[in-house]
């Protein structure tokens, strides 16, 4: 499944998040995507319909588990019992990887169901890394980290993100899920320059994109997963392209779903990019930032 | 300001975006016990002209919120037509200030909802609500239950006569046994027929939810059929399941009775083991 040369994932392709409302049209039509990505945490379940609905997926097309509650940077102790019930599943699907956030979920016991921004600080740093090894140790497989969304930072921050999530998977020998709608999210809020982003992550250390649309709400933008990815976000995939190379894609939708058809839609065209290079434009290090950091100046 | 630790940052965080009427009202109550931020949240939150600190903060607060209330109302449509949209969501206010969110999983956060609403206010209300969501929690839970193959009837006929006294069932876990004081199925279908839900009638009603295959089913049993079936999932043999039959219809038709009902729990799929010792 890993590339011996570079360390990374072999690219899967493009494929789209499994979703409830796809199910009927899947099992029908059997769809020319070439992975499903799977919210870890709704397959934690004793039985029933959602083992038995990914248990017939599986026969069929690779996945990657992608979770949304390891939440790494709690200063809560490890959940071992929420490490434990991931290795069964992993056992049980041989996803290609396993993804998810580098953020918090929840402190003190209890659980925010958000991904909350850590400060980027070396108290931080420290602390996410000695936790992503024993996580690593504990699954017997390197993880993914994902870079979030955010709507704040904070003033104790003494580290650039990108160079903190650079350094989170150099030190943790870890992948990066580069999800390319939050950096453009982040940067729009935050007013830092998305390309300067994308050029700060070690090429080595990529495994996937993700791609989602995002909702504008005039002074901010926020993550909302229910709209088609945008001309912008786009046009940044094209760039993490040039630098990355065709990492496995994936596009995200969570809410207003639409038809499957739409949805494959989305990532043939994200696997045109990659088989077509010629037709991206072509963004350089040097180049002005392609997406401006106000986008309503 | 001395930088706040990696800990105080998100238990801070955690106070103000769970406060109930917001991060503004959060700031003010920790305040009011003597926590709270002398140089205001811009000293550990940026702000900007464009978004205050706080504002930043209450996307959080309302994501979460918002994010738990959509998740709670897909599993409890019925009451929350029955309440109505405005009175589920205060539920769900002092809910979640009663029984924040611990478990990994957003499935498992109105775990408690059951055992809470009984207390709340609203039940004076809606006297039957406390049933209806015992009822709708239970098909949660049968849904995603463990799986069980249902054994074959046939396995029975190797049994001897005299063994019988000692066999116990193993029943399938997805069976969840509900004796409410409510009627709450007239609702209930009430809305899955595409109605308004009306009232339920105060009535004693047994109800038994299990699942065949990847089916969620549902039946209201009758008074000795719940009693038999609630000793058979304590683990009671055969022969005390017959001594509970009798107690409701009578040691002579007990034996018959007993027969019957084992018959319909092979062919709804409840029964999928047995411990013949």
Known sequence: MFDPTTSRPRPLGCGVGLRTPHYPYIFEHWPAVDWFEVISENFMVRGGRPLHTLTRIRERYPIVLHGVSLSIGTTDALNFDYLTALRALIDRFEPAWVSDHLCWTGVGGRNLHDLLPLPFTDEALAHVVGRLQRVQDFLGRRIAIENVSSYLTFRHSTIPEWEFLSEVATRADCGVLLDINNIYVSAVNHRFDSIQYINAIPPARVWQFHLAGHSDHGDYLLDTHDHPVTDAVWDLYRHALDRFGCASTLIEWDDHIPDFPELQAHADRARRLQEQPHDRAHIGADAAPLVATDHRA | ?277
Request: charged residues 20%.
């Open chain 2, 1 to 277: 300001m001395t930088a706040l630790t990696l800990a105080q940052t998100q238990h801070l965080l955690w106070r103000l975006i769970t406060a109930p009427s917001g991060v503004a009202d959060g700031l003010r109550a920790l305040g009011d016990i003597g926590g709270g931020l002398p140089d205001g949240l811009e000293s550990v939150v940026n702000g900007d002209p464009r978004l205050s600190a706080v504002r930043r903060l209450d996307i959080y607060a309302n994501m979460y919120f918002f994010r738990l209330l959509d998740a709670i109302k897909q599993d409890f449509p019925t009451a929350v037509a029955v309440v109505g949209p405005d009175a589920f969501h205060n539920l769900i206010t002092d809910y979640l200030l009663a029984h924040p969110p611990t478990h990994p999983s957003l499935r498992y956060a109105h775990q408690h909802l059951p055992g809470f609403v009984s207390e709340h206010r609203l039940s004076a209300d809606y006297p039957f609500v406390p049933d209806l969501v015992k009822f709708e929690w239970a098909l949660v839970n049968t849904f995603d239950a463990a799986d069980a193959a249902v054994i074959d009837p046939t396995a029975f006929a190797a049994i001897a006569p005299e063994a019988w006294p000692t066999l116990r069932l193993t029943l399938t876990p997805s069976l969840q046994l509900l004796p409410l004081d409510w009627a709450v199925l007239e609702p209930w279908q009430r809305v899955q027929n595409g109605t308004q839900p009306g009232a339920a009638t105060f009535r004693s009603t047994r109800v038994r939810t299990w699942r065949r295959d990847m089916r969620v089913l549902h039946r209201e049993v009758p008074a000795e059929e719940f009693a038999t079936l609630t000793a058979a999932a304590r683990g009671e043999p055969f022969g005390v399941l017959c001594e509970t039959m009798a107690a409701h219809v009578g040691a002579d038709h007990a034996a018959v009775r007993a027969a019957d009902l084992l018959q319909h729990w092979f062919t709804d799929g409840l029964i999928v083991g047995f411990d013949p010792s």
